[in-house]
Structure formats: structure tokens, C-alpha cells
């Protein structure tokens, strides 16, 4: 089974299903209509269990994926919090600082502009890394929707091979697909809260 992947190597389901599989599924669905004849519930047969099996492992991958991408930008933004801390304590020192003279007054003030711009950028960079993770999500909500997508092209397959083998059916009769359980998205980043939540 070839997977398609997107820019960022999120692994889709393919669109379409390859040769091979088709005609497994299509074997699949003419052998277990001599098997299961007069039998319309298709709800959980070996075939439908496997069908599903594969689309699950293809959200496996997908979860997998997420780890490998968010876990990096979490690293980072750990240590941009760490970084945060670390110059808010060094402005807070300097606004306790009482200026001497002119030129060292003119120093301080050179000095918290230059702590105020490093804090804001650090805090745009951390909110830049909460965004990417969203963004990420999504695309891994899409990632496992796909997987949802090809159990049920399977099963279509499976089920209208089927119906066509069954003599006792009406081969204009619409393919039967049973509900596909997805198994849940890994919740890596999504309880990163911003700064400003933080406090």
C-alpha cells in the first residue's frame, strides 16, 4: 500500500486504491458471498476487519508523525519560557537600578529598550510556535480523515463485489459500509498554553 505525504511527510491514505488491493478486496467480498449467503449483515467480517485494520494503521503513522514534529517546537518554546524568565529578571534588576549620572542614566535607558525588544520578540517566537502546532493538528485531522476515507473506498469495494456474487441480489443494490473506529489523534500540544494565559 503507497502512502501519499504532504510537504511536512504527513502520511494520507492514497486516493485510490492500488490494483493489488482492489482485487484483494474484490476476491474477498466474492468469497464471502459463498460463504455468507443469505447472511445482509456486513458489519464486521474478516475483510471489514481488515479494511479496517489498514486505516487504522495509517492513523498509527499518523500519530507517530505528530510526535516527530510538534515534540521539537514544545523543546523550543520550553526553552524560549526559560529564556523569558530568565531577561524579565534581568529587567526587573535594571528598572531597580538608579542612574548616576546622565551618560549612565542614558545607558539604562539604551539597555531596557534593548531588554523590552528581546522580550517581545521572544514572546512573538513562542506564540509563532503555539500557531505552528494548531497548524499542524489540522493537518493531522485531515491525516487521519483520509485513513477514514480509504476504510470505507474498501469496503465499497469489498461490499459491492459481494453483492454482485450474491444470485439472490439485486446488482443495482448500493454498496454497504459499515462505521470505520478511528482511533484517537495523539493530544501532543494541544495543552500549550500562551503567555499570556500562563501569567
Known sequence: MKRRKNLFGLPFAPAT???KVRRRFEALGRGDARKYQNVQDYSRTHAILEAEAMAQSGQHLVNQWMVQVVQPIIAGNARIELQIR???A???ALSLTKPISGRHAAKLE?????ISTELAFLAAQHESNLRAIDSLRMQAEEGFASWARYFQLLCSIYSRSRTLAEKSATHNAPA???QFRSIDLNPIGSDQPSLEIRG
Open 90 to 92: 534581568a529587567a526587573k
Open 110 to 114: 539604551l539597555a531596557k529598550t534593548k
Open 176 to 178: 454497504q459500509v459499515p
Open 86 to 88: 530568565e531577561v524579565d
Open 17 to 19: 486504491a492500488s490494483g
